[in-house]
């Protein structure tokens, strides 16, 4: 991964099985997700990836939770710290249609680029 990761784009080092961007909301915070099959898939198509389930950054200030489908992001609701705790934290695929609909006005405008490969 390199060091410096710019807004807007979601990395992916496929040897390593290792993604990266920067938070959506904007703060900075750098987020990992490990593409495996007990954390996130990633899937890629003509519009951008996605990435499931949803990401929820509760160790951050801004604590964001959002998706990423096919390069946009759309945003989730914010848990609360009991709800963190009892492992509800994730919107899950089969909620994502709800979501999408529920949450298609908040939806960012920002454009994903997928970063297939990246030198580390
Ligand atoms: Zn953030």
Not at 19 to 42: N, Q, Y
Not at 53 to 82: A, L, M
Not at 96 to 117: G, I, N, P, V
Request: glycine share 6%; aromatic share 12%; charged share 30%.
């Amino acid at each position: 991964m390199p060091k410096e990761l710019q807004a807007g784009i979601l990395y992916y080092a496929e040897e390593y099985g290792a993604s990266a961007h920067l938070c959506a909301c904007g703060c900075g915070s750098k987020i990992r997700t490990p593409i495996d099959e007990m954390e996130w898939s990633l899937e890629e198509d003509t519009d951008g990836p996605s990435l499931y389930p949803s990401i929820g950054n509760w160790q951050k200030p801004c604590r964001s939770h959002y998706i990423i489908n096919q390069g946009e992001v759309i945003w989730c609701e914010q848990w609360t710290d009991e709800e963190v705790k009892q492992g509800r934290h994730f919107c899950h695929e089969r909620r994502l249609a709800h979501l999408s609909r529920k949450y298609s006005k908040k939806k960012r405008h920002a454009f994903w680029e997928w970063l297939r490969r990246v030198v580390s």
